[in-house]
């Protein structure tokens, strides 16, 4: 969870660290990412809240039924361990 006290430059690092990942394809051409599992389109929401082979990794580190639930009501370093373990982090 955020407090009044959390580093503005760390939540804009971890909110926009997905983004990138996500939005790259748009910067080099690339065809949109696809989750390799349901064939949809590899989104932020799809990742961090939806995708069902993310699931017990994810529950492991947080339970989110939004993506905004999940950056208003969990830890940030939860998001990060999330992202490093399932190695989205790699592709920065």
């Known amino acids: 969870m955020y407090t009044r006290t959390t580093p503005f430059t760390f939540v804009l690092a971890e909110r926009s660290l997905l983004l990138t990942v996500m939005h790259s394809f748009l910067l080099t051409g690339d065809d949109l990412p696809e ?4 064939q949809c389109p590899l989104t932020v929401k799809l990742i961090l809240v939806e995708c069902v082979d993310l699931k017990d ?3 492991k580190h947080f339970v989110a ?3 905004k639930d999940l950056f208003d ?3 940030a370093h ?5 992202i490093k373990e399932t190695r989205f982090y790699k592709q920065l």
Do not use: P
């Open 57 to 59: 990794v994810r529950n």
């Open 65 to 67: 039924s939004s993506v």
């Open 73 to 75: 009501n969990i830890e």
């Open 78 to 82: 939860k998001n990060i361990d999330f």
């Open 35 to 38: 989750c390799g599992t349901c």
